[in-house]
Every structure is written in structure tokens, then in C-alpha cells.
């Protein structure tokens, strides 16, 4: 059995995370000082409509063992090197969550090392954090399947507003589908929005809903869908009126967290951050409030590995461990429940 404190101590101990909350499956792998060694997965793309969580879950099993040796073979760490397996326990997919976690089982009981169970949000944000170089910031992570503000306190990252409804990811993916665009491999749905709002003239007006510092996006994403189907605009005015309301909700509430806790840095993270407008209005009200904007680097913005596997590394030296027995996967796991006893 590998002994924490000696692992903390060399400069050699790695942590292999593994990813798997809904489409993506991913293996990271991380050095205990931060170095991103090994970033490698594979995604399952639905030949038609939203995820469909069993065919997720076989993709995963399927592609698991060719992820785990592209991700070993780049970061040229065999195995018996690694010092604990970090994974994705929740939220997410029943299916897609089970199969990760039986993945980690396996990896840590074959080689005898620790296991640790990761909060994916709380991944999000701390990849964000080591990648951007941000200590203390307001965070808006935004995805497919999340979109909330936070920032610490108290030991925690606190929810101070969220979606009410559907994510934001969520919202632009639903539209997109309904509007026939296709997932393509490297270009998702929400980047289809986003090609075609940069040719959007028109702002039509659409349902803007902020109720205190939460917020609600099934009502813009159904009136939208129904001025889609009326085709009284073209495509593009449409998708750069969805942009404009939605970013400009998510902004609100992030400006007012902002201005609530009065912290100096405002991080954007998740799949949704690789939008260069949603980027653009958080920085005006970053700028304003004298804060630093950071968005987190593409490859670390959607599901990955290597984001579980440096959260893995932050528990696992602050004494975290989770025991096979209380490994079962975590489907509704808020952020705000997590200690996260790194941050002081
Ligand atoms: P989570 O489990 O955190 O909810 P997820 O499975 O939704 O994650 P992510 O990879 O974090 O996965 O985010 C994917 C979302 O990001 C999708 O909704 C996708 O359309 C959206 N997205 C990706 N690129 C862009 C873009 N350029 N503009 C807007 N949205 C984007
Ligand atoms: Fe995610």
C-alpha cells in the first residue's frame, strides 16, 4: 500500500482521474505539483437526439481500456508510478457515472492504491483555477448539464444563483437540434449557435427571466423554438437573439455575486466558456468591478480528465480517500456539499 505522506513528499507521485458524468469518457493524468501530464478521451456523439445514457455508458466500457493506454503512453508513466486513481463520482448519468467508477475500482484494487471520489463540479472550477492561475474567484461554470455562480466560503464553494430549469448548454444544444444542425466531432452543438449568431442583425425580443439570483431558461428556449418553427426570421437572428438573452442572464447574476462578495477575480468555466461572446460580456463586468477575467483553456473548458485528476490530487493531500464501500456514484451531488479542505 503506497503511504500518503511519503507520496507527498516526492516529486514522482502521480494521479490518474478518470472522467465519465455523461457523453465524454476521459483519463487524466497529473503530477502531484500541478503538471498536466496526459489529457485523452473519447466522446460518444448520439446519431440522433440528446444522450441516451445506457448507449453512453457501453461507449465508455467500450473505449475505456484505449483512453487509459493513450493517457499512460503520453504522459510516459507506467502504472505501478501512479499513487492514487481520482474519479468522477457525481453529478451526472447513472450509467455513464457507474462505469467510470467501476473503471476506478478496478484500477486502484489491481494496483493497491488509494481511490478518491471527485465532485465534477468542484473539478470544473479547480482546473480552471490551476490552469487561468485565479485563487479566489466568482465562477460561472456553465454546461450542458450545469449552470450556477459560485464562489468559496466557509470551507465550500457556495451556490449564490443558478438555473432554475435547464442548463445553458443545455438550452443552446436543445435549439440547435430543433433548428437540424448536427454534433459534429470537435464542433458542438453550442459552437454551431455560435457560428451562426456572429451573422445575426436582429435582436428579436425573447423571454428574459432572472428571479432573484437564480434564473430560468425553459421559457426562452421554448419561445425561441416556436418563432423557429413560425420562420418569420432567419436562423441566424434567432440564434444570436438566444445568445444575447441567455448570456446576458448568466451575466446578471454573476455581476451580482460579484458585487455581493466583493471578490477580485471572476473565472468562466465548462463547455459553455469557449463562447467568445458569453467571454465578452463577462469581462465588460468584470472590467467594471475592478475584477480579473479568466476563462479556462479550451481543452480543459469541456469534460476531462485531467480536471479529476488534479481535484484528485488537491483531496488526496488534504487526507481525503474514499473506500470502495462508499464509492457508489453520486447522481444529484451539489457543490455546496463538498468540503474542499484545500482552501484556506
Ligand atoms: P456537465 O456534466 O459539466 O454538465 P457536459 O456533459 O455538458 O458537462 P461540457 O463538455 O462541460 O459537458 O459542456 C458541453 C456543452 O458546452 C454543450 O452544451 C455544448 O454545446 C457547449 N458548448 C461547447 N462549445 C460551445 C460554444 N462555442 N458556445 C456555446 N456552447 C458551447
Ligand atoms: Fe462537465
Known amino acids: 500500500m503506497r503511504n500518503p505522506q511519503k507520496d507527498q513528499q516526492t516529486k514522482q507521485a502521480y494521479c490518474l482521474g478518470i472522467e465519465s458524468t455523461a457523453d465524454d469518457f476521459g483519463v ?82 489491481y494496483l493497491d492504491i488509494p481511490l478518491v471520489g471527485i465532485n465534477h463540479s468542484v473539478a470544473h472550477i479547480e482546473i480552471g483555477k490551476l490552469k487561468t492561475g485565479a485563487q479566489d474567484p466568482v465562477t460561472l461554470y456553465a454546461s450542458g448539464g450545469n449552470t450556477m455562480v459560485t464562489a468559496f466560503d466557509s470551507g465550500r464553494y457556495r451556490v449564490f444563483g443558478e438555473t432554475l430549469d435547464i442548463a445553458l448548454g443545455n438550452c443552446l444544444d436543445v435549439f440547435a437540434r430543433e433548428a437540424g444542425l448536427k454534433h459534429k466531432k470537435g464542433f458542438p452543438l453550442g459552437a454551431a449557435v455560435e457560428k451562426l449568431a456572429l451573422e445575426g442583425k436582429r435582436l428579436v425580443s425573447l423571454p428574459y427571466v432572472v428571479k432573484g439570483m437564480d434564473l430560468s431558461l425553459s421559457g426562452l428556449l421554448t419561445a425561441a423554438t416556436a418563432l423557429l418553427y413560425k420562420g418569420d426570421f432567419r436562423l441566424e437572428d434567432l440564434c444570436y437573439s438566444l445568445q444575447e438573452h441567455a448570456f446576458s442572464m448568466v451575466t446578471e447574476v454573476t455581476e451580482r455575486a460579484l458585487a455581493h462578495t466583493e471578490k477580485r477575480e471572476v473565472l468562466l468555466t465548462g463547455g459553455v466558456a469557449a463562447n467568445k461572446r458569453l467571454q465578452q460580456m463577462l469581462a465588460v463586468i468584470a472590467q467594471e468591478h475592478d475584477a480579473s477575467f479568466h476563462v479556462v483553456p479550451l481543452e480543459f473548458a469541456t469534460d476531462n480528465g485531467a480536471m479529476i485528476a488534479w481535484t484528485g490530487v488537491l483531496a488526496y493531500k488534504h487526507g481525503l480517500q474514499t473506500p470502495v464501500d462508499e464509492s457508489f456514484v453520486r447522481l444529484r451531488w451539489r457543490v455546496d456539499k463538498v468540503d474542499v479542505p484545500w482552501i484556506s
Not at 34 to 44: E, Q, R
Not at 56 to 66: C, I, P, S, T, W
Not at 78 to 107: E, H, M, N, W, Y
Open 28 to 109: 487524466g493524468i497529473c503530477s502531484f505539483d500541478g503538471d498536466i501530464l496526459a489529457n485523452k478521451s473519447d466522446g460518444y456523439i448520439p446519431t440522433e437526439g440528446g444522450i441516451h445514457p445506457r448507449e453512453a455508458a457501453r461507449h465508455h466500457a467500450e473505449v475505456a481500456d484505449k483512453v487509459l493506454n493513450h493517457a499512460l503512453t503520453a504522459a510516459k508513466v507506467k502504472p505501478s508510478d501512479l499513487s492514487v486513481i481520482a474519479f468522477s463520482q457525481g453529478p451526472g448519468l447513472g450509467p455513464c457515472l457507474r462505469t467510470g467508477a467501476t473503471v476506478a475500482r478496478a484500477l486502484a484494487s
